[in-house]
T-cell receptor, first 114, second 113 residues
Framework: DARVTQTPRHKVTEMGQEVTMRCQPI?????VFWYRQTMMQGLELLAY????????DSGMPKDRFSAEMPDATLATLKIQPSEPRDSAVYFC????????????FGPGTRLTVL | AQSVTQLGSHVSVSEGALVLLRCNYS??????LFWYVQYPNQGLQLLLK??????LVKGINGFEAEFKKSETSFHLTKPSAHMSDAAEYFC???????????FGKGTRLSVIA
């Protein structure tokens, strides 16, 4: 049963610390998305990649967020320095390159910045 | 630009009653539409999707949705609610299956015994 995995599942940190979240997409999927879920904003896109190349990162605060795909099996989202307003659930999703393909979501990383 | 409006942030139904969750979309291109369900502390699970084929789409767990272009709607229904259906439901729109989803705010479904 192929699925998207995310680590860590929970992260509590103090303001100013660096946070790294990792995602392993489903094998063979070439598109990876990062979404953030908050009570106020709901689910919103942060960035996405196809074939490891970033296509859109306009949803990310550029001064503190960065997203990369070091290889086809790993996507990372980093926040440095973290702020309390970054507290949210961060979801990774992966999908194929077909126009009718489905995005499959990981379980999320719940981040709390104190 | 694309957007989704889900009417009703919270819907409560009795067990065995009809479930109707409303979704209206706005899109300048032919849309692909999705319904996802989220159980507490879990990720999003696909219920069903419309990708320009049949307008009546059947999904998992007895749910279905009908794409109505004239009404720009994609409402989710289930004939008989079960306690296990209690969750948050999200409608989403995109222009292609492999482009970012634009989500509605979600509807929390409660099922009363």
């Amino acid at each position: 049963d192929a699925r998207v995995t995310q680590t860590p599942r929970h992260k509590v940190t103090e303001m100013g610390q660096e946070v790294t979240m990792r995602c392993q997409p489903i094998l063979g999927h070439n598109t990876v998305f990062w979404y953030r879920q908050t009570m106020m904003q709901g689910l919103e896109l942060l960035a996405y990649f196809r074939n490891r190349a970033p296509l859109d990162d306009s949803g990310m605060p550029k001064d503190r967020f960065s997203a990369e795909m070091p290889d086809a099996t790993l996507a990372t989202l980093k926040i440095q320095p973290s702020e309390p307003r970054d507290s949210a659930v961060y979801f990774c999703a992966s999908g194929g390159q077909g126009s009718t393909d489905t995005q499959y979501f990981g379980p999320g990383t719940r981040l709390t910045v104190l | 630009a694309q957007s989704v409006t889900q009417l009703g942030s919270h819907v409560s139904v009795s067990e065995g009653a009809l479930v109707l969750l409303r979704c209206n979309y706005s899109s300048s291109v032919p849309p692909y539409l999705f319904w996802y369900v989220q159980y507490p502390n879990q990720g999003l699970q696909l219920l069903l999707k419309y990708t320009s084929a049949a307008t009546l789409v059947k999904g998992i767990n007895g749910f279905e949705a009908e794409f109505k272009k004239s009404e720009t709607s994609f409402h989710l229904t289930k004939p008989s609610a079960h306690m296990s259906d209690a969750a948050e439901y999200f409608c989403a729109v995109t222009q292609s299956g492999n482009t970012p989803l634009v989500f509605g705010k979600g509807t929390r479904l409660s099922v009363i015994a």
